[in-house]
């Protein structure tokens, strides 16, 4: 069983930075960022592609960063510029292939909120 542990939320004013941190407890789990806002689905933010490519929902594109560090097992979403628009519940969501048998872990979520 994977555990995923976010860390890095807060309430930050409009325009400004936080950098979220999910970190996985096994090793070889694909890691992206999704989040909740209240009332709205769950979206996917930031995932990786292959290799280095990325990709952003439009929202964030040119804000958002999502990086990661393989010997640590942890993945990072650096936000910048944040607006209020991008309040929202952050999940770290993670995937593993084991042998053809692909299971889903979530982390428990980390609050984000922007406001003056």
């Known amino acids: 069983q994977v555990q995923l542990v976010e860390s890095g939320g807060g309430l930050v004013q409009p325009g400004g930075s936080l950098r979220l941190s999910c970190t996985a407890s096994?090793?070889?789990?694909?890691m992206d960022w999704y989040r909740q806002a209240p009332g709205k689905e769950r979206e996917l933010v930031a995932a990786f592609m292959g290799g280095k490519s990325t990709n952003y929902v439009d929202a964030v594109e040119g804000r958002f960063t999502i990086s990661r560090d393989n010997g640590k097992n942890t993945v990072y979403l650096q936000m910048n510029n944040l607006k209020p628009e991008d309040t929202a519940v952050y999940f770290c969501?993670?995937?593993?292939?084991?042998?053809?048998?692909?299971?889903?872990?979530w982390g428990q979520g980390t609050q984000v909120t922007v406001s003056s």
């Open positions: 969501h993670g995937w593993t292939n084991n042998g053809g048998h692909y299971s889903n872990y």
């Open positions: 096994g090793n070889d789990v694909v």
